[in-house]
Nanobody
Framework: QVQLVESGGGLVQAGGSLRLSCAASGRTFSSYAMGWFRQAPGKEREFVATINWSSGSTYYADSAKGRFTISRDNAKNTVYLQMNSLKPEDTAVYYC?????????????????WGQGTQVTVSS
């Protein structure tokens, strides 16, 4: 049973930084891809960033490029999302997701497992 537990959300001022963590358990994730998605109030869930757990290759949404960095720590089975230069429009619940396929994806329905989400609020 795959479990994903996010942490690190909170309230931050515009221009500030947060680092989200996603602790993964229940599998060997070397053949998985991981992703971060977010959902703002009244909006659909959207892709933020994804990483191939084995190779470390990454891909970002345009809104995240240059500001966010996805990474993983193999020893800790944890995926991170470092978010810098945060904007009020980054306010959302952020979800970690796992895909039982080594190829990363930007599509919500490509991911098999989801965490419970962590709230990020950016004040202006």
């Amino acid at each position: 049973q795959v479990q994903l537990v996010e942490s690190g959300g909170g309230l931050v001022q515009a221009g500030g930084s947060l680092r989200l963590s996603c602790a993964a358990s229940g599998r060997t994730f070397s053949s998985y891809a991981m992703g971060w998605f977010r959902q703002a109030p009244g909006k659909e869930r959207e892709f933020v960033a994804t990483i191939n757990w084995s190779s470390g290759s990454t891909y970002y949404a345009d809104s995240a490029k240059g500001r966010f960095t996805i990474s993983r720590d193999n020893a800790k089975n944890t995926v991170y999302l470092q978010m810098n230069s945060l904007k009020p429009e980054d306010t959302a619940v952020y979800y970690c997701a796992a895909r039982s396929d080594i190829r990363y994806s930007t599509q919500i329905n490509a991911f098999n497992y989801w965490g419970q989400g962590t709230q990020v609020t950016v004040s202006s």
